[in-house]
């Protein structure tokens, strides 16, 4: 039996023929080009720094897992945002153009049993609302092939593994991706075994295994480093609450929260409504499992900005489905109550963000036009990027430290690895090549062990912006305390400072000391031991209480603050992250500016905290029991107080 429909409405859909090949035809073009995307200029800033280094990894053969531990996979340079020049120009290009002519074919082809008015209503609000986040896209276009195209009954096995094979190459992009791949192939392998089809079963594993192995291995990466790339994403999508969330607007919560309860509903009543027992527990458990990452990712790092941002995920998402959802589950159906969400979800749009929709038509015909234009002219694609690449380089160079570094190797802390491609210097970049995603004691291992093996470069370029207003020196804090002793202050140009490795980093870690062990509620002041003449290590174990575990379950893990008051007086509210201070960072000296780590290197330091404590953002002081907190001071790392030095200027939050 259909998992979709009876015989009499399966007899009853669409006709094939020229009118629906014409409107096949005509639907992947537009929703095609819609979703192009050529990239644009890069500069010396976050985003482009991790995008520029996705395309250099591949075009240098750094292993995955390995050499790169990230959790956009070895075929991520694709779905970049900027180029790198003539690197690599060419996959870019066939992925943005073919490529994405070819998901819209798919998207297009798994929605045709849909009737005429949900088919065209997709293609529209696609066209229309997916720009709002990149990965709307691929949850919807999974979705699509693990519900329309594994589950459906009457599929051959040669079309099931074909799916599969998509599968397995949208999982190699992103790990997210392949979470949500696998948990489809899951989803459809325990449909069909509820189906007694045991082919079907093992074609379906069998094909996304193969797939996801030959993507792997045609991206230019070795079978062994599979499992440690999946397990290492793992540890990086495990803390990404606890580093990275960002707190949203009570408005954007109830109209979000709001959503994903209508949606949850949806899910609900239709796995009891179904009669296909196997295809409605198949069907509905991904479809939650789906609403429940794009959730978790969109009101995780919850973000926003006009017209983007991560928390327009999850909009998207229930946007683009409402027509489609009750059009695959329940083809007997000309209306379904859930249809009505795409009204409501641009609605909620209009109440926080009007121009929004203002700007959508000229969003969409700005991005036609330019894709459009982009299509004739892709062959001078390549040697256009390469002039705005050489133009935007120029406006980021730094000559004395290319002058010092010549062709040594060299690293950049904490995350802006674009200025080191645009000043053509020789990048040998840690594993975890942007400091602030190193938030587990597991991943800043991996980035000590790479400095204190004989691949550890020769310079290292330092610049002190944190996300999020981090404490500083928080981001990879084993290997800072690792590296003093062992890094001689060469030269600051631009904001960078330029240090040179004067030997090997000793694989025995600094000592430390214990000067006090405290239990402390929140706001509870911690005074410290008067200047010394050793660094200062806090380690702070924050714990959540109950409701601060059902939180972090079911949404995001609250956030706590780190305020310190220094020997001059002035105080300063930081962003802690709970992993890492659970295992420690440098207190004193705190290093704000790539000046401050040269005076450290030089045994100096331009101000001493004098006491902290902790606390949390408003109305999330509710969630948190007690902090936990040991201070060492460090034999290794000697200090003197530097006061005949002006202290800069110091931002308050």
């Not at 979705?143 to 096995?157: D, F, P, Q």
């Not at 174990?541 to 220094?566: C, F, Q, W």
């Not at 907190?629 to 034999?635: E, I, L, Q, R």
């Amino acid at each position: 039996m259909d998992g979709f429909a009876s015989p009499s409405i399966r007899a009853g859909s669409p006709g094939s023929g020229l009118p629906r090949a014409l409107e096949t035809a005509f639907l992947t073009a537009a929703v095609g080009i819609a979703l192009m995307g050529i990239p644009g200029v890069p500069d010396a800033r976050l985003d482009a720094s991790w995008q520029l280094m996705l395309i250099h990894a591949h075009a240098a053969g750094l292993q995955f897992g390995k050499d790169v531990i990230y959790t956009w996979g070895p075929w991520g340079f694709l779905c970049s945002g900027y180029d790198m020049g003539n690197v690599e120009a060419v996959p870019i290009l066939i992925w943005q153009t073919a490529g994405q002519l070819g998901m819209a074919l798919g998207m297009v082809v798994l929605t045709r049993g849909l009737v005429f008015w949900r088919r065209i209503a997709f293609a529209v609000l696609m066209i229309a609302w997916h720009w709002l986040f990149l990965d709307t896209i691929y949850f919807i276009l999974i979705g699509l092939i693990v519900i329309a195209g594994l589950m459906r009954g009457e599929a051959k096995l040669v079309r099931l593994v074909g799916w599969t094979f998509v599968l397995g190459f949208l999982a190699q992009l992103k790990f997210t991706y392949f979470a949500l791949a696998s948990a489809g192939v899951l989803a459809a392998m325990a449909c069909w075994a509820g189906r007694r089809s045991w082919a079907h079963v093992q074609a379906i594993a069998g094909g996304f295994a193969f797939a996801v192995c030959a993507a792997w291995c045609a991206a230019g990466q070795n079978l062994d480093n599979l499992y440690p790339y999946l397990r290492r994403s793992v540890d990086l999508a495990s803390a990404y609450g606890d580093s990275m969330g960002l707190d949203e607007s009570w408005t954007l919560f109830i109209w979000g929260a709001g959503f994903a309860l209508l949606s949850a509903l949806f899910i609900y009543t239709s796995w009891r409504a179904l009669r296909e027992r196997a295809f409605a527990a198949a069907a509905c458990g991904y479809l939650a499992f789906s609403l429940f990452a794009i959730w978790k990712e969109a009101f995780t790092r919850a973000d926003y900005a006009p017209l983007g941002g991560h928390v327009f995920g999850l909009f998207a998402y229930v946007l683009i489905l409402a027509p489609v959802l009750p059009g695959l589950l329940f083809p007997g159906r000309r209306w379904h109550w859930f249809d009505a969400s795409a009204i409501a979800v641009l609605a909620a749009l209009a109440s926080f963000d009007r121009p929004i929709l203002d700007s959508c038509p000229r969003i969409v015909w700005e991005r036609f036009r330019g894709n459009a234009r982009a299509l004739g002219r892709l062959g001078e694609l390549p040697q256009e990027w390469q002039d705005w690449y050489q133009r935007a380089c120029a406006g980021v160079q730094l000559p004395a430290v290319r002058a010092a570094v010549g062709t040594g190797t060299v690293d950049v802390y904490d995350f802006d690895t674009s200025i080191a491609f645009m000043n053509g210097l020789n990048l040998d970049s840690r594993p975890i090549f942007q400091g602030f995603t190193a938030y587990t004691p597991s991943l800043e291992g991996w980035n000590l062990r790479f400095y204190q093996s004989g691949r550890a470069p020769e310079f290292l370029l330092w610049n002190n912006d944190q996300v999020d207003n981090r404490y500083p020196g928080q981001d990879d804090a084993m290997l800072i305390a690792a590296l003093v002793g062992h890094l001689e202050p060469l030269l600051e140009e631009g904001g960078y400072g330029l240090f040179r490795r004067s030997g090997p980093i000793p694989r025995k870690p600094p000592e430390r000391r214990l000067l006090m062990s405290r239990t402390v509620r929140l706001s509870e002041e911690v005074v410290l031991p008067p200047a010394g003449d050793r660094a200062i290590w806090l380690r702070a174990n924050a714990v959540p209480n109950n409701l601060g575990r059902l939180r972090s379950l079911v949404y995001k893990p609250a956030e706590i603050d780190l305020s310190t008051t220094d020997d001059s007086g002035r105080s300063n509210v930081w962003r802690l992250v709970p992993r890492i201070a659970r295992d420690g960072l440098i207190l004193v000296p705190t290093l704000r500016t790539p000046g401050d780590a040269a005076e450290m290197m030089k045994g100096r330091t331009r101000s001493w905290v004098r006491s902290l404590h902790f606390e949390a953002p408003d109305g999330q002081d509710e969630f948190w029991s007690h902090v936990d907190v040991d201070v060492f001071d460090m034999p290794d790392i000697p200090l003197r107080l530097a006061n005949d030095e002006t202290h800069p200027a110091e931002s308050h939050r």
